[in-house]
């Protein structure tokens, strides 16, 4: 079970960036898949989950509006597209599956989230 994260990058504020997690070793639609943020000093939060059973999504209050979590299944590949992008949103953002399913992903603890990406920096510059 694998999880690799890719586009991260140096972008400018309002800005654009779209971040995929390719999932090897299992198939992506039993698990449900978060993405988490890290910042300098400060805790990982999770920003996007999109729910195992029918692929619906949640966002955190800070990038609702801004940012899209979407899944390609035939692809095994998760994405989150962010837009309007703010010097705030810098951090190491992390894909990761919980083998959970249910219909509202934003009732998974972060600790039930199982694997793990590598992390991608993303940084805004302002």
């Known amino acids: 079970v694998q999880l690799v994260e890719t586009g991260g990058g140096l972008v400018q504020f309002g800005g654009s960036l779209k971040l995929s997690c390719v999932a090897s070793?299992?198939?992506?639609?039993?698990?449900?898949i978060g993405w988490f943020r890290q910042a300098p000093g400060k805790e990982r939060e999770r920003v996007s989950c999109i729910s195992a059973s029918d692929g619906s999504t949640h966002y955190a209050d800070s990038v609702k509006g801004r940012f899209a979590a979407s899944r390609d299944i035939p692809e095994n590949t998760a994405y989150l597209q962010m837009n309007s992008l703010k010097p705030e949103d810098t951090a190491v953002y992390y894909c990761?599956?919980?083998?959970?399913?249910?219909?509202?992903?934003?009732?998974?603890?972060?600790?039930?989230?199982?694997?793990w990406g590598q992390g991608t920096q993303v940084t805004v510059s302002s």
């Open positions: 070793g299992w198939d992506l639609d039993y698990y449900t």
């Open positions: 990761a599956a919980a083998p959970v399913s249910t219909w509202s992903c934003a009732s998974i603890n972060q600790d039930q989230y199982d694997y």
